[in-house]
């Protein structure tokens, strides 16, 4: 039962050691995402190694992977769809729209793909609801969605998957900084471009 | 704390004055005000989850020019009251507080959590443990709507209870979120293995611990959960709660002496809930003590008296059993003497069946061969420097020091684990010195690890340091002095070569000790075997705490009754009350109540008896064959046995005549706790079979064999112990019975009418049913002189150890494989299999993994066993506790003593030995 | 008024999230300033002075919240809000990607003022392109000494860590993000204490937003008065308002607190479609919503606002147009609520539940007769009662739009069919 710890060593020190010595249970989400990216899920053996490493209960590591819904106990598609249709996005039309993506993705909300490539989940507000439809793919942004621009982005993250098995699942969500060892981070929307801010 | 400071907070018009800091909840409950709760309890943080206790809070205005109150024209202070409706739970009394809970806003809050509770509720009483003493169904009763609006069939569902742990099942649907159960396990157990998992309405509670809900003390939680969540699996569907008749008991599995309200049905238990005493377990009880009660109803219980005919042993009428035994002990006196018969009793027993077997030996019979087993204390050591006053171990907090040495405190002595975490949390600090990790090293202040070989060198080092940080503030006596010179070789360095111990935590230890304001020193087995207790004692003497109120000694016996039975004499040298043998007034003093002086030569101790010292034994409560097979050996070489016992143990087997006893369940009498606390315990269900108590077996014997004593009652018996034991002048039986007067730590009780046998259980605790909470015998005056007499030895009687041999010491386990707790179903999965102990390093020199299965080899046998690898224990040994199902016990391998040099090799399928 | 971009400057800078192009333009100087050439002290005066109020929700004033922490216990942290999970709300993504280390300026200032040399910036776990700019801002800044060890030689040194949150509303409460940030469930803790007394590792806290802090460095920069200038007596120096719904051109936009109504309304474009204005949630799905009748003239300041009994909170403006029906957006905002509820105290963790069934019952126009009344009655059961403001904020919606648009229920109760949102 090590295997985050074989595939993270150099991630889990740096995310102990971002607190001060002793508060190592501080560490216990970071720890959660990289458990997450080295088993696919967290299933019992991933809660107990995080436990171990940080010296808490696996109970108490439990309740903190149950609390957030970034946690997956159960196996997930390599691509997590998280699709927003929450008040601002459902204002300007992502309850319309969901049925195109859960048609396009070949999967309903809350189910995975039968290739087992996608898992779409209805998700609250992602703070981008000004280029709604929006959605995060395993966290990375998509804005302005149509049925035209999604045909390009599916065929990418396929094309993406294809090339890159370790794209398929298990796939970790969180932080490239944070998981230099996990899937590269490259995206179709990288950081700093500029998502937000038309009305300026 | 500034909390001792008083505040006057008005409920409802009532006035009441309470120390600053007091909840608002507990402060109306003090005023007679009832502000119903759900998630509070007394016992634990206050926390504000379940808003139960919404009330209408105002404070007194403050002029901010003046810094004085507002006043109003009639020269009243002006009340600002909140907004909001303030929870009474975490909102903490303050001067001049005006608190109302009888406006139409606080009942449409009551109603309205009650109602929200209600909306994920099954409503499922009709099949309810909880019903009938339920806070969720007297609060709806109380305050709640008459009806709910969540009408359609929308409420959460899940199967059934789930056992979230052995002993325990969880019915999610029941739950409502109140976190009480996983914050006794994390505040009060210090075991973090219940949580909550997911959130929202989807929270529920889990335990993901390996093995699950693994703590001694799951069972508390079912009673502190205020709806039937949590249920105990042995009571589940067993008995409704308005059925059962409550009373009062003393667990009798270890020497802490919780109090208990044992609640039974026709006669028959059905289970054992915790009975406050604010000054032992508070509300709590270990699951031991709550588990094991059902041995008392075993099938196997003896019923009637047996008597050896022919080789065999036959049912006999109690006239024929006990004329038996009275004319063939005083036959056998009469051919060879008082001499030739010894006694043996078990430290379960009740003080008056411990007192009446060594008046019945010494003075019916006329022999000292009277002693105890296993024993801890040897001599009057705690009457000479135990613990001075009532000892409320529960209060210890700033600026106190508790010693824990020799002793693992969870597995020994669960509650007073317990008392020591709240202890801590209140400010005081704990010291252990051991010679092997446990529980609570993580939390205690220090831990000094010995050397098992050279205890006396450590705790003579300790002395050394003690005395040493004490010279500035004690006196130099002579006594002082010669300890110190004694002492001199005993420096820091030294001890470093010989222990793992650094000497900036010796010294640390020593300021905690010399400085502290009670020094209280509990002490096990481990040292006094070793016969190093009086160093402990030495210890308080030169801390300058002998004889200081709230200082001294706590001998943590390995049984329930292990003080008793040194107080009550059933010593060979001693008399009940810890006079001499050898002291002609002492005998003296006892013959005014005896029917005859005792024998002035001090008898034999239990091992001599055991090797062949006398012709006969009469035995009660103790079982040497099951211990070791040479005892049973010896057994079988009497003239004559006699055994009082519940069971047909392998010591009753071989007597001659068997006594059926009762258990304490069964009868009343009084223990004495390792505080030194009297308490008594009543009849809690039908006696089985024929069996008597044990004191009123020795009563008859001893009325045919010339006594005259009609004791009518186990008050009799007592009254007369107080006669004769100086320690004990002062307490009578009935008083001991008496409730205490309400402390203000007590718990609160329901706003209920009290009846004296029921025990509806509420916020966790059955409600005193006029048993009393007992009192503490008294020490004697201390001379700090005499007890700085110790010096080292210089060498234990250390086993030498032979090339590639291990040293086995033998431990002990709160779950053992005795019949007390095998019998329990829901108990017996819980008894670890025989296992032995390594440390890490030396598993990996020896190439042993976890569970490797091993045969240990020692000075009288074998036996095979599960290896366990344990962090942090010292090189070079290898543990076993004793008491599991060996197949030759633990201290038979080692001839009876605590340590010895052992082989040790790894075993194959086949049970070969592999290289 | 037009905008103001004191935060957005990145608006009018491109690159400002690289530290390069940050520094040109004054950046980190401030920081320097404080250490070199202020006393703590005098940084917490200054920003006492202008007025600046906390951007996070509850406009509480920053400069009082740095001084309540005390001086005597250590360590002490900064913790920088940037939990952003408001429905709505969608401004600390956009400063945090285009201008990072104008907050992490503004925390490390924050952190000299209380005497801190440790700030986290808790980011919600959605935001990992986030956490990926600010560490890697950060880890540029301390290349470059402008935060670390021993800054410009004064002694005084600070640490920056990013720390990621993993899907929950209520870890933007402050008081739940520091249970989180501990490493247990993000349930919120009782207060008193506080964190500027016991926070985080029970020692000395302050808890501010992102663009609290984003504004600090430009404080020290102009000068109190300055900031004082901008926006309204009681409510100082700019905001921006995440305008969103039914405008043609949602987004960001940086305002002069106590800017109108209308003029914000007109920068996003006005109502979209060219169809009219029915209704705002001025805070998310947290206000009470406004009906369009309240809103001309309505000066956008934390005053102005509370006193149409709604709240400005982080000003995000949830536009809907004529069509929207307000019992089908008490069910969304419900639903939000329902969802992130953390459990801990009974009426919300409850009363949410109750009122998901109840809200979509009606939207979906399969209300019983009592179904709208027992709405009411729900919220106000819920009303006061709750352990923290998330189950005061449940009700916002709700209440508000039964006593405001009546019509809507009544149509939802008759109509046999769920009509659709827009
Ligand atoms: C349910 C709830 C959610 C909140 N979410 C956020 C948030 O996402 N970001 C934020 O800065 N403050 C949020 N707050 C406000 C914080 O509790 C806190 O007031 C704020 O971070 C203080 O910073 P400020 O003084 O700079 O505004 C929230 C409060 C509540 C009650
Ligand atoms: S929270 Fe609850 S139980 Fe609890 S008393 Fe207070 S409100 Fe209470
Ligand atoms: S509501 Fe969709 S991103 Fe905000």
New binding site residues.
Partial sequence: MDTLQRRFPEEIKAAVARYPAGRQASAVISLLYLAQAAYGQLDKDAIDEVASVLEMDPTQVRGVAGFYSLFFERPHGGYVVQYCNDLPCALRGAEDFLPVLEEKLGCKAGETSADGLFTLECVMCLAACDRAPMMQVNLEYFHDLDAATLDGLLAELRARAAEDPPRRAPFGFGPPSEMAGAAPATGANPAGSGPTGQGG | MAENKLVTIHVDGRAVEVPAGTSVVDAAHQAGVEIPIFCHHPRLEPVGMCRMCLVDVGTPAIDRATGQPELDEAGEPVIRFFPKLQAGCTMRASEGMVVRTETEAVAEARRSVLEFLLTSHPLDCPVCDKGGECPLQNLTMRYGPGQSRFTWGEKYHFPKPVPIGPLIALDRERCVLCARCIRFEDEIAGDNVLGFENRGRGMEVVSFSDPAFDSYFSGNTSDICPVGALTTKDFRFEARAWELVGQPSVCNHCPVGCNTMVDGRFGQIERVMPRENAAVNEIWLCDKGRFAHHFASDSARLEQPLVRRDGELVEASWDEALGHVAERLAALVAEQGAGAVGGIAGGSLANEDLYLFGRFLRSVIGSNHVDHRPALLRDDLIARAGLVGEARLTELGAGDTVVVAGLDVEEEAPVLFLNLRKALRRGARVLILAGRPQKLDAEASLSLRYQPVAKDSLLAGLLHAVLAAGEASSADTPARTELAQALAGYDAERLGQQHPVRAEDLSAAAAAIVGAERLVVCFGRELAEAGLAPALEALVAAAGKAGQEGSGLLAVGPQANSQGAADMGVLPGWLPGYGRVDDPAARAALAEHWPAEPPAEPGMHAESMLAGGVKALYVMGSDPAGDDPRFAEALGRLDFLVVQELFLTPTAALADVVLPARSSLERAGSFTSLSRRVQRFHPTCDPVGASRPDWEILRDLGLRMGATEPYASVSDVFDEIARVAPGHAGLDYASLGAAPAAAPTDILLPFAPQTEARSVSYEGTAYRAGAGAGRCWAVREASADSALAWRPAGSEAAPSLAEGQLLLVTTRRLYDAGRMLSASLVMQPLIPLPLVEIGVFDAAARGLGQGDRVRVTGPAGSVVARLEIVDGLTPGLLQAPEGLAWSLPVRALTRGRPMAGVTLERLDEAGEARK | MPEQHVVLRNREIPGLARLDVYVAHGGYAQLKRAVTEMQPAEVIDLVKASGLR?????G?P?GL?WSFVPRDLYPKYIVV?N????PGTFKDHEITLENPHQVIEGAAIAAYAVGAETVFIYCRGEFWQEMDVLRAAVAEARAAGHIGPNLHGSGYGVEVQVSPGAGA??C???TALLSSLEGELGQPRLKPPFPAVAGLYAKPTV????E?LANVPAILEHGADWFKSIGTEKSPGTKICCVSGHVERPGNYEIPLGTSWDELLAMAGGVWKGRRLKAVLPAGASAPVLAAEQMPGLALDWESVAATGSILG?ASFIVMDETVNMAWVAKKTIAFFKHESCGKCSPCREGTWWLKHLTARIAAGEAGPDDVALVTQVVDQMEGKCF???GE?AQSVPRSTIERFAADYAERSAAPAPAAAD
């Fill in positions: 906390g951007r996070g929700g509850a509480f920053t919240k809000n939990d952003e999970s408001e509303y209520i933007g409460e402050e808890v501010n937003n992102t609290t982080s923290c403001p998330l904020f």
